[in-house]
Nanobody
Framework: QLQLVESGGGLVQPGGSLRLSCAAS????????IGWFRQAPGKEREGISC???????NYADSVKGRLTISRDNAKNTVYLQMNSLRPEDTAIYYC???????????????WGQGTQVTVSS
């Protein structure tokens, strides 16, 4: 059964850090790009980062320099290290998978259930 499971969310103070994980099962993980998206209350879903099957990465301007995406194919897991967090980063964070290449529009085949990130003092 194909599955993506996010973890690592929580409550953090402004300026703090979190590392999100996206654990995959049920498909050929190393042949898939993994994207991270977020959706805040009342806002549209936003693509924030992606790593292709070959390891190429990209980031939204809103998070560039603060987030780092990486993958460990041996563990079927993608990580999103988030530093210098701001209140506006508060959202539900989702990972998603599509074959090989990243895609900005959110056209992904498989999605996780999401993990809540709250940045507040």
């Amino acid at each position: 059964q194909l599955q993506l499971v996010e973890s690592g969310g929580g409550l953090v103070q402004p300026g703090g850090s979190l590392r999100l994980s996206c654990a995959a099962s049920g498909f050929s993980f190393d042949a898939y790009a993994i994207g991270w998206f977020r959706q805040a209350p009342g806002k549209e879903r936003e693509g924030i980062s992606c790593i292709s099957s070959s390891g190429g990465t990209n980031y939204a301007d809103s998070v560039k320099g603060r987030l780092t995406i990486s993958r460990d194919n041996a563990k079927n897991t993608v990580y999103l290290q988030m530093n210098s967090l701001r209140p506006e980063d508060t959202a539900i964070y989702y990972c998603a998978a599509r074959a090989f290449y990243c895609q900005a529009s959110g056209d992904y085949d498989y999605w996780g259930q999401g993990t809540q990130v709250t940045v507040s003092s």
